[in-house]
């Protein structure tokens, strides 16, 4: 602790450690943040094991040390933030130490959507990006997202390469700073013309009401100013959560996949009337759409609103497209993919690995409301551009006299009804998750739901899908359970596929395939 100390450049910082008790040093100094499934990612407060500071400088010296060995000087990394606690101060401190280790710097000058930094990464053709964010975590939380090769995520083994020289980096407060300018470049007007091609307005766009909430983030008036460039002028939002606010004071947890977080959202579509409902995460890099239907409106899942995506994209794409999605996600995108004349690939969690799926790449997504519509422009997952194409596609529907429930029915009827859901536990102490995946590895069940059960250690696989993960697959259902790459989080991932004859069957086969689900969701908790 002496050592940090002597090496915190921020005053404050090193006041908070001196005046922490015993248990919360010994906490904060146990481990050092590390490259996760989208970067680091912690608690914001002093010492090696949070955000501060401190670990941003030595985290941006290794990242600065490992791209000076692969590119010429003078070359360009993008610097962006979002609106929370410290990111100002984080990306002020990322830009200095590249600037000071002879790259060229962007820093973007406001709090603005992550989609934003890895578009302008890509466009402009800079060696690097870094994005200050903790996305919908925990108000407590920030973190450090990098893009490399192109403006995508970086991936092994860059991360181990980047970390093994964060560790071998001085310390934070000798390591050289150059003060930087914020760039007055438009950066966002690049980034919304070519949402307007990929979305270009109609005539129907008019006529249709959007009720939409960026969720106390940075999305907002962005996300409103595409909407508007495509056509959809009539958008309404939630005004509570409209404004960045890094307290996140109406939601639990500022992640509309939590209950309750889009209770403001979907009761603002009912008052006024909407056609389509849009939340953001706080970085708008991802998106929850909630819909109409005969019980009310209600939020879809990620799966329902990628098999929307994908239907729609791929019937508008040449043949041989390819689509993607993870190894947690639904598996509908195999059968609809092969069906729709296009390709499909599964892959690890998260858009590092999709967007690498391959050539041809159309659309990916993963079950946590992560979209790419448009990969050649953003290779990540981007809430704007999705919102902008889900409106499109609810527009088109509309003049059908159809919404997306309707598309979704379809679905069910051509590849069988398909339900799911995912069951989380959340831990204090992260042995937990280690303790709780070795009971399920040593004792597997032979049966889940009636239905012999075949339990598959993915730890064991040879191929590019080799993980820390179990899969365990019955006759109509697949349970995948995983420690989260962001979160403190054991997820268990279910879904079961029930047959369906004919549209006169559809509601009886949700209803056999909810209640397998209820079962397997029992099993999830008790693991």
Known sequence: MERWLADDPDPDARAELVAASDDDLADRFAATLAFGTAGLRGPVRAGPNGMNVAVVV????????????????????????????????FATAAAEVFAASGFRVT?????????????TTRARGAVAGVQITASHNPPADNGYKLYLDGGAQLVSPADREIESLIRAADGAARIPRTA??????????????????????????SRIRIALT?????????????????????VVTVDEQFDPDPDFPT?????????????????LAERTGATLAVALDPDADRCAVGVRGPGGWRMLSGDETGAVLADHILRT???????????VSSTLLGPLAAARGARHRRTLTGFKWLVRAGDGLVYAYEEAIGHCVDPDAVRDKDGISAAGLLAHLAADLAEQGRTVLDVLDDLDVEFGARVGAQVSRRVDNLAEIGAMTTRLRRNPPTTLAGSPVTTSDMNDRTDELRTDALELVGDRFRVVVRPSGTEPKLKAYLEVIEPVDGRADLDSARARARAVLTELEEFARTF
């Open 58 to 89: 030595r985290a941006s010296a290794g990242v600065a040390a490992y791209l000076a060995a692969r590119h010429e000087p003078g070359s360009e990394i993008v610097v962006g933030r979002d609106a929370r606690h410290g990111s100002a101060a």
């Open 107 to 119: 820093l973007l000058p406001d709090p603005l959507p992550t989609p934003i930094l890895a578009f």
């Open 317 to 327: 794409s040449a043949p041989g497209a390819l689509v993607a999605t993870t190894i």
């Open 214 to 234: 960026p969720l106390h983030g940075v999305g907002g008036a962005i996300a409103v100013e595409a909407l508007g460039r495509a056509g959809f002028t009539d």
């Open 251 to 267: 939601v639990t947890f500022p992640n509309p996949e939590e209950a309750g977080a889009a209770d403001l959202l979907l009761a």
């Open 180 to 205: 930087v300018t914020p760039t007055t470049d438009d950066v966002v007007g690049p980034y919304l013309d070519r949402l307007r091609d990929r979305v270009p307005p109609r005539d129907g766009h």
